[in-house]
T-cell receptor, first 115, second 115 residues
Framework: KAGVTQTPRYLIKTRGQQVTLSCSPISGHRSVSWYQQTPGQGLQFLFEYFSETQRNKGNFPGRFSGRQFSNSRSEMNVSTLELGDSALYLC??????????????FGSGTRLTVV | AQKITQTQPGMFVQEKEAVTLDCTYDTSDPSYGLFWYKQPSSGEMIFLIYQGSYDQQNATEGRYSLNFQKARKSANLVISASQLGDSAMYFCAMRGHTGGFKTIFGAGTRLFVKA
């Protein structure tokens, strides 16, 4: 079966612009989580969506937002980009049964560079 | 608060030997899940193994096993018969009720397998 698909793979944006990243989870996975990975901060949790509802949110400013569609595809948006937003953004989908998460399947990530 | 600690920034191991990557965690949740992920230089995170806090036996997946010591709050990953392709970053992660079931990651351990 197809894996988690993230688009685009690479992105270069200018400070002040906004960006939208897309994630298509594995078929049947209704949970989608987003992480920001940087060399200094490691993997930082952004948010988690389940059946179109945001279930959890990390400690990021309101410039970071997301949504999930009825087909479980998810997008995250970053507005008013800052240099510090340069990072690898990873999307992960998971199958949750009776409240138990049996592990993420990650996408290849979107490498965002803000100049 | 939940926390994952990986104290080994880097590790070297000879090909075909076994290696243990350390992970300790802190949580007050009675029920939680522990995970290990591998991140090769390509960037994609790969799920390796899962251990539930109530599981009586240590999890195993092929050459990977998880040495789970609940009282000591440790969940070390053991890789047997190391291969050159095992060279990568390895992340320990935990998911529990505190924080709304979001998964948190340790800082990672970079493993180098020598020929």
């Amino acid at each position: 079966k197809a894996g988690v698909t993230q688009t685009p793979r690479y992105l270069i944006k200018t400070r002040g612009q906004q960006v939208t990243l897309s994630c298509s989870p594995i078929s049947g996975h209704r949970s989608v989580s987003w992480y920001q990975q940087t060399p200094g901060q490691g993997l930082q949790f952004l948010f988690e969506y389940f059946s179109e509802t945001q279930r959890n949110k990390g400690n990021f400013p309101g410039r970071f937002s997301g949504r999930q569609f009825s087909n479980s595809r998810s997008e995250m948006n970053v507005s008013t980009l800052e240099l510090g937003d340069s990072a690898l953004y990873l999307c992960a989908s998971s199958y949750i049964e009776q409240g138990t998460n049996y592990g993420y399947t990650f996408g290849s990530g979107t490498r965002l560079t803000v100049v | 608060a939940q926390k994952i600690t990986q104290t080994q920034p880097g590790m070297f191991v000879q090909e075909k030997e076994a290696v243990t990557l350390d992970c300790t965690y802190d949580t007050s949740d009675p029920s939680y899940g522990l995970f290990w992920y591998k991140q090769p230089s390509s960037g994609e995170m790969i799920f390796l193994i899962y251990q539930g806090s109530y599981d009586q036996q240590n999890a195993t997946e092929g050459r990977y096993s998880l040495n789970f010591q609940k009282a000591r709050k440790s969940a070390n990953l053991v890789i047997s018969a190391s291969q050159l392709g095992d060279s990568a970053m390895y992340f320990c992660a935990m998911r529990g009720h505190t924080g709304g079931f979001k998964t948190i990651f340790g800082a990672g351990t970079r493993l180098f397998v020598k020929a």
